[in-house]
């Protein structure tokens, strides 16, 4: 949701296949009078016209359409998202075995000399036991 409008200002937006992107009005939480929450209510609307300005010129719809889709809570998966305006193309993901083809591990993806459990335990007892002085002092 928050991280659609910040898709919004790519120069191209590329969505999974499987992606999806959510656009909503904004929402918070106020403690206070009623005051407080007229000022707060006042606030969220202002960010909704920001949004919707947003999303409006990304999608080349008028901004009250977009709110609208805020205000729906709208979902758009992959090719979806690419109709509605709000990204460019769907990303072309290579198939898994293409990622692999070829590939060696690093000598810091093999097996460690001794197993980390034991290289770790030093560390550890020498943790709880300060941990130990500290609370009994």
Wanted: no cysteine.
């Amino acid at each position: 949701s928050a991280a659609s409008v910040i898709a919004m200002a790519g120069d191209v937006i590329e969505i999974a296949p499987s992606a999806s992107m959510m656009i909503h009005r904004a929402w918070g939480a106020v403690i206070g009078n009623t005051t407080d929450m007229q000022e707060f209510a006042g606030v969220l609307a202002q960010i909704d016209d920001a949004l919707a300005g947003v999303y409006a010129a990304r999608a080349g719809i008028k901004p009250a359409d977009a709110l609208g889709l805020m205000d729906a809570e709208t979902w758009f998966f992959g090719q979806g998202a690419v109709d509605a305006g709000f990204a460019d193309r769907v990303a072309e993901l290579p198939e898994a075995s293409a990622m692999i083809r070829g590939h060696r591990p690093s000598q810091s993806l093999r097996e460690p000399a001794q197993p980390v459990a034991q290289q770790d335990d030093a560390r550890l007892v020498a943790a709880l036991r300060g941990l130990q002085q500290t609370i009994t002092r």
